[in-house]
């Protein structure tokens, strides 16, 4: 018999879709999506991160490749802590590397090679039986991965890049996403091997914009993309990314939505409502025009007091409902 007690540890063991139907965050024609980063403080499994995601009421991703790899039995380093954003631009001091980060020593970056070393192993072996289960479970839930984010490198082989497509295609995926590159061989290389697998390579923008930063990586190939972040666009340059938007609509494969300040007041994430980014008249743009790219909820703002990871994506997502309505 399902007591009352009963099934509050049923509710707390399962995804809410279990009890109360799929979750469905497309709005009016506009799919919302989260990344999987914006849970980077909580527990990562595939099971835990799946939960996340339904109980936040999404039914489309973007991955983040641990997630998935721990999964399938990669030989991943334990997560590291990831400092609020605030603190990760705090500025350098003796012994500091980039952002603050201590210096590794040398025994700790023979350390980092040596798990590199290992990994590449496993990936140039590993089967795809396990992405299989991972795609399964997601979208039997109602969650739908449409594009993954494992950023390829010079330094990887050919190899390397198989699998990183491999995984992608057998998630399901349409996209693959990664930094914008800044050395041009790494352009080549990634725009020709989306090109030879027909999937697309689209590229996660910060500050850079304007025909000389998009017009250069999407003249790369017709298989290379955007992953066009507003918040990032209007933190760094102040200007709204509405025009950029509509310019580039047709080679947008996804966009990353969060509002920051302005760059006269700092430019940091802010909680959605208190910046300056036209989050509201993005997302009611992809409305009009009937944009089939994706909306993705990146959660960077520092978790307020008295408040919680899933509680202020929810708040994000319905923000994006609002905006929608």
């Known amino acids: 018999?399902?007591?009352?007690?009963?099934?509050?540890?049923?509710?707390?063991?399962?995804?809410?879709?279990?009890?109360?139907?799929?979750?469905?965050?497309?709005?009016?024609?506009?799919?919302?999506?989260?990344?999987?980063?914006?849970?980077?403080?909580?527990?990562?499994?595939?099971?835990?991160?799946?939960?996340?995601?339904?109980?936040?009421?999404?039914?489309a991703i973007e991955l983040m490749s641990g997630v998935a790899e721990s999964y399938a039995g990669a030989p991943l380093p334990a997560p590291r802590a990831f400092a609020p954003p605030a603190q990760k631009m705090a500025g350098k001091g003796a012994?500091?590397?980039?952002?603050?980060?201590?210096?590794?020593?040398?025994?700790?970056?023979?350390?980092?090679?040596?798990?590199?070393?290992?990994?590449?192993?496993?990936?140039?072996?590993?089967?795809?039986?396990?992405?299989?289960?991972?795609?399964?479970?997601?979208?039997?839930?109602?969650?739908?991965?449409?594009?993954?984010?494992?950023?390829?490198?010079?330094?990887?082989?050919?190899?390397?890049y198989e699998y990183i497509w491999n995984v992608a295609e057998t998630l399901g995926a349409d996209h693959i996403t990664m930094e914008l590159p800044t050395n041009d061989e790494l352009l080549a290389r990634v725009a020709e091997y989306a090109a030879k697998r027909r999937l697309a390579i689209a590229?996660?923008?910060?500050?850079?914009g304007g025909a000389s930063g998009f017009d250069k990586v999407l003249s790369a190939s017709k298989y290379t993309a955007l992953n066009f972040d507003v918040g990032h666009y209007y933190g760094v340059n102040g200007e709204s990314p509405v025009p950029v938007v509509e310019k580039y609509a047709s080679?947008?494969?996804?966009?990353?939505?969060?509002?920051?300040?302005?760059?006269?007041?700092?430019?940091?994430?802010?909680?959605?409502?208190?910046?300056?980014?036209?989050?509201?008249?993005?997302?009611?743009?992809?409305?009009?025009?009937?944009?089939?790219?994706?909306?993705?909820?990146?959660?960077?703002?520092?978790?307020?007091a008295g408040s919680d990871v899933l509680t202020e994506v929810r708040k994000c997502v319905e923000y994006c409902r609002a905006a929608l309505g």
């Not at 494992?150 to 390397?160: C, D, I, N, V, Y």
């Not at 590229?203 to 850079?208: A, I, L, P």
């Open 95 to 160: 012994g500091k590397g980039p952002g603050g980060r201590p210096q590794m020593t040398p025994e700790q970056i023979e350390e980092r090679r040596k798990a590199a070393a290992e990994l590449k192993r496993w990936r140039l072996s590993a089967p795809m039986g396990k992405y299989k289960e991972f795609r399964r479970m997601y979208e039997d839930a109602g969650v739908k991965i449409y594009c993954f984010k494992l950023p390829p490198t010079l330094e990887m082989g050919e190899g390397e």
């Open 203 to 208: 590229f996660h923008t910060h500050g850079q």
């Open 1 to 59: 018999m399902l007591t009352r007690r009963n099934f509050s540890k049923l509710a707390a063991a399962l995804p809410a879709a279990h009890l109360f139907g799929k979750p469905n965050s497309l709005v009016n024609g506009v799919q919302i999506g989260v990344i999987t980063y914006s849970f980077r403080a909580l527990p990562g499994s595939a099971a835990e991160t799946l939960k996340y995601c339904v109980d936040c009421g999404v039914s």
């Open 251 to 304: 080679r947008i494969a996804s966009l990353h939505l969060k509002d920051r300040a302005a760059p006269s007041a700092g430019g940091a994430n802010t909680p959605w409502g208190q910046g300056g980014t036209p989050l509201k008249e993005v997302l009611q743009l992809m409305k009009a025009k009937g944009y089939k790219f994706p909306a993705t909820v990146e959660y960077e703002y520092q978790t307020p």
